[in-house]
């Protein structure tokens, strides 16, 4: 397909288990973000890699969360020792350029993860 | 702090009318501004964007306000459609383009319905 893809879809784990979440941009996009979606919010910035480089991590919560894009494409969320409050959705965004916002931003579907 | 937020949490419109959806942002610096649509199960989706230079920007079926003085933000559909029915988020980017990579502060959103 020619989107973003994130897998998996949906997410349970029982608190304290570690999960990875997976984000496959579109094929050639230097720009990678990663948002948090609580229910019934709007999505809030976690973190932003340029190819493997990632320049902004300001957004994620604690550091039970790290994010990697080892190669400039797939990037992985992960986060260790899962709490209650973890439970969102989790969006993937790839664009173009090292600019770009806007037109040129693409969200995935999205990882819901359920902490229980 | 500064953030971006909507005034009305839910909107029901009937099928053909205009809907207005309104924003109000509080960061002076924010230069660019996006709306998005997120349909149950996906990511957002790009709608219409503005750039601060701009008051007033018109798409395929939708127009979008900007008024620096009062620091609001609205986005109009005209003639509403069943399809249309969805969550819409306004997002705001400071120094969009130059230096600037796209990191998007989200607003809450607001929840459209459209009545057959």
């Known amino acids: 397909g020619a989107g973003v893809s994130q897998s998996p879809r949906y997410k349970v784990a029982k608190r304290g288990q570690d999960v990875a979440l997976r984000c496959d941009p579109i094929s050639g996009h230097v720009s990678l973000f990663w948002y948090q979606q609580a229910l019934g919010q709007g999505p809030e910035f976690l973190t932003y890699?340029?190819?493997?480089?990632?320049?902004?991590k300001s957004g994620l919560p604690s550091d039970r969360f790290f994010a990697e894009r080892p190669e400039g494409s797939v990037s992985t969320l992960k986060i260790q020792r899962t709490q209650q409050e973890d439970s969102a959705v989790y969006l993937c965004?790839?664009?173009?350029?090292?600019?770009?916002?806007?037109?040129?931003?693409?969200f995935g579907q999205g990882t819901r993860l359920t902490v229980v | 702090g500064e953030s971006v937020g909507l005034h009305l949490p839910t909107l029901s419109v009937q099928e053909g009318d205009n809907s207005i959806i309104n924003c109000a942002y509080s960061?002076?610096?924010?230069?660019?501004f996006i709306w998005y649509k997120q349909e149950s199960g996906k990511g957002p989706q790009f709608i219409i964007d503005i750039r601060s230079n701009m008051d007033k920007r018109q798409g395929q079926r939708v127009t979008v306000l900007l008024n620096k003085t009062v620091k609001h933000l609205s986005l109009q559909i005209a003639a509403t459609q069943p399809g249309d029915s969805a969550v819409y988020f306004c997002a705001e980017n400071k120094g969009a383009g130059g230096t600037s990579y796209g990191k998007l502060t989200f607003g809450q959103g607001t929840i459209l319905t459209v009545h057959p």
């Open positions: 965004a790839s664009s173009l350029g090292q600019y770009s916002v806007g037109t040129e931003a693409f």
């Open positions: 890699f340029q190819n493997e480089a990632q320049l902004d």
């Open positions: 960061n002076s610096a924010s230069d660019y």
